[in-house]
């Protein structure tokens, strides 16, 4: 007897985002060799990745990566709407800012929207700071919103779901850029508070 058996597209998705998450990590550290600190995540330094970018905040303003100098900026990408990965990353993110302490004032954390269509910033507020009032939401239009995810190298796509609607897919790392606004760390989702805060206290000193 013969047996299928089918694969969820949802499953295939993250499998390839994953996929391509190793061979980015892969790509950057190599570009990044050279650096003796000794980082928890992938050492990215000298790849100047993340740069020159424009959003707007949730609260409404402009900002640039030069608004957040002398601060180490942890920057990632999401959306309100995002089942599992999103608010579990913000969860993490705020128990990592408590375990910073005193630190955790010189720390940005910036949630940039791969969903601009949905995410305005007044939706932004309300979910974002719903998990730290110190963290920044950030959107701008569809054009905005693709070529600062270019600048990451970072990966997202709409994901059709019933009824018409669509769900996100998009790369989950986190990028750790220092008080300069250079990108220095590439660092897992799954990496966990204590080796994030461990990158983290390096870049401040």
């Not at 980015?24 to 050279?34: H, P, Q, T, V, Y």
């Not at 010189?106 to 009032?133: H, K, W």
């Not at 989702?189 to 000193?205: M, P, R, V, W």
Request: glycine fraction near 10%; aromatic fraction near 8%.
């Amino acid at each position: 007897m013969r047996v299928t058996t089918r694969v969820r597209p949802t499953l295939v998705r993250r499998a390839l985002l994953s996929v391509g998450l190793a061979a980015l990590i892969a790509g950057l550290s190599a570009c990044g060799e050279g650096s003796s600190v000794k980082f928890k995540g992938s050492d990215i330094s000298g790849t100047k990745i993340g740069s020159g970018w424009a959003l707007t905040g949730m609260d409404g303003k402009s900002y640039t990566s030069s608004n957040f100098a002398g601060k180490v900026q942890l920057v990632f990408f999401g959306f309100t709407q995002c089942p599992d990965i999103c608010p579990t990353a913000l969860a993490e993110l705020s128990e990592m800012m408590r375990t910073l302490g005193d630190q955790a004032s010189r720390v940005q954390v910036l949630m940039i929207t791969v969903d601009p269509e949905r995410d305005s910033p007044e939706v932004l507020r309300a979910y974002v700071s719903g998990f730290n009032t110190s963290f920044l939401g950030l959107t701008g239009t569809p054009a905005q919103i693709k070529q600062v995810a270019a600048s990451f190298k970072a990966y997202y796509a709409k994901a059709p779901a019933a009824k018409g609607g669509y769900s996100m897919d998009h790369s989950s790392s986190f990028y750790l850029l220092d008080p300069k606004g250079d990108a220095r760390v590439l660092v897992s989702n799954t990496a966990g508070t204590a080796a994030l805060a461990h990158d983290i206290k390096l870049l401040l000193k």
